[in-house]
């Protein structure tokens, strides 16, 4: 009986740690509206969690002559919305934003099937579009 107990428990911690790791898995998700192109990626190293946006102008005429706000949202599997925000200044056509802010919840089980809802404002304008990926 005593070894029945230790096998259930075994197999209780196994799965618990395969089913919700607390990380997001490697990945990239991508979107482009009529004057960006947005990357969003996510992986691990040592032990911490990074996350690096990039923020591409692809509109006709000069870059952004403002500071450019961005907001990111997503669904969890909890009953928590998950959301990152930001303002860069233009310097180029191309901003790298390199995230290191750990996630605990709500944003380490994103639902990244739905996608990641984005916002991006300059100069008066404003752009929706949701970044898709390989995950």
Known sequence: ?????????AMLVVSCSN???GHLPDGILAGT???WNVQYDFREEKG???????????GDGEKPSTNVTYAFSGET????DWQKTGEVEMNNSTIEIEDTLG?????????LDKGIHT????????EKFVLKGNK
Do not use: F, H
């Open 119 to 126: 916002v991006i404002e300059w100069d008066g304008q404003t």
């Open 103 to 111: 996630c605990v919840y709500p944003c380490d089980e994103l639902q």
């Open 77 to 80: 599997a909890y009953d928590i």
């Open 1 to 9: 009986m005593r070894y029945l107990w230790v096998v259930l428990l």
């Open 33 to 35: 509206s009529e004057n």
């Open 19 to 21: 089913s919700s790791s």
């Open 48 to 58: 911490k969690e990074l996350r690096g946006i990039t923020l591409e102008y692809i």
